[in-house]
């Protein structure tokens, strides 16, 4: 891991222990270590704000964060409606972020070691339904180069599993379209991993790379209208707009890769063949995925109950 001193030597330096410039040598430090980009934007989100909430208590060095004002930013969040989720999501970046200030040697107490996880409810996370990706696809006419790449990109996130940062990241020559075969080289942690895209998919993604001009294997899989690579808030930005043209609220780009887990689960895949199919080195997060309606559990126990069945 590079030093701190090594990162304030190639940064603009006026005030050595600022939490702007702390801040900057976490993000440098993340990209030095080749971090997924996901979790660097991830870090610089939900840090920024906190430092604008530290400076705006007249704090102006990390050594002089205290444990009251991370658990007064934490009240803060609630109280700006952020849901339980989001906070955790903001205590976790709060929480890296001076386990390496400590690490460093930046700092020589880490207050949050003090700060308490915000407990965050057991919920089902929502997938993307059937009826809202046929309303997407509706509004995606093929006759045009947007229109097909627009739908190649729905059924492709749907029927993938991979995460909108892994789906941006694929090249022309990532995807095998005679097997199906994803090669996903960005996956989270820098793992590589295959995947597959069935054959109506690899004919949608098919039809829109016959649109396109100069479609080599390096160049990217998913383009914008002037050839350059689509990012995440591209991405997103496709999704936002189809969804208004469709009349629907915007499904969050997750909630295909929800609905890749639920779906595969309840069309009988195994969960250690969908572990694998999703880049998950264990099973607790995949878990959240399936958390299955009262239908599906109803459906199993009319097929297995054991009274219905014995006597």
């Not at 407990?119 to 947007?146: G, H, I, K, N, S």
């Not at 294997?217 to 690579?229: I, Q």
Request: charged share 25%.
């Amino acid at each position: 891991m590079a030093s701190l001193n090594d990162t304030l030597r190639i940064l603009p330096v006026r005030d050595s222990s600022s939490l702007s410039l702390d801040l900057q040598a976490l993000l440098l430090d993340a990209q030095a270590r080749n971090l997924a980009p996901g979790s660097v934007r991830f870090y610089r989100q939900k840090l920024r704000p906190l430092v604008a909430f530290l400076e705006g208590c007249g704090v102006r060095h990390t050594e002089d964060v205290q444990v009251g004002h991370l658990r007064q930013w934490l009240v803060r969040l609630q109280m700006a409606n952020h849901t339980p989720g989001g906070v955790h999501a903001f205590y976790r970046s709060a929480k890296a972020w001076f386990s390496w200030l400590t690490a460093e040697e930046v700092i020589s107490a880490n207050p949050m070691a003090r700060v308490r996880s915000p407990r965050v409810p057991e919920e089902q996370l929502e997938p993307v339904t059937v009826d809202e990706v046929r309303a997407l696809l509706a509004v995606c006419d093929p006759r045009y180069p947007t229109g097909a790449r627009d739908r190649a990109i729905l059924l492709c996130l749907w029927d993938t599993g991979c995460r909108a940062s892994e789906l941006v990241a694929l090249d022309v020559g990532d995807v095998d379209l005679a097997t199906g075969a994803v090669v996903v080289r960005c996956g989270k942690g820098g793992k590589l991993r295959v995947t597959f895209l069935g054959v109506r998919a690899r004919r949608e993604l098919l039809r829109y790379l016959r649109t396109r001009e100069g479609a080599e294997p390096t160049a990217p899989l998913f383009a914008t209208v002037d050839g350059g690579r689509l990012k995440y808030t591209g991405l997103r930005d496709v999704i936002r707009r189809r969804a208004q043209a469709a009349g629907i609220a915007a499904p969050c780009l997750h909630a295909f890769r929800r609905a890749f887990a639920l779906d595969s689960l309840r069309n009988g895949a195994d969960i250690i063949s969908l572990q694998r199919l999703m880049g998950y080195s264990g099973l607790g997060v995949l878990q959240r995925y399936l958390g299955q309606t009262q239908d599906d559990l109803q459906r199993v126990h009319e097929q297995t109950g054991p009274v219905d069945r014995l006597l």
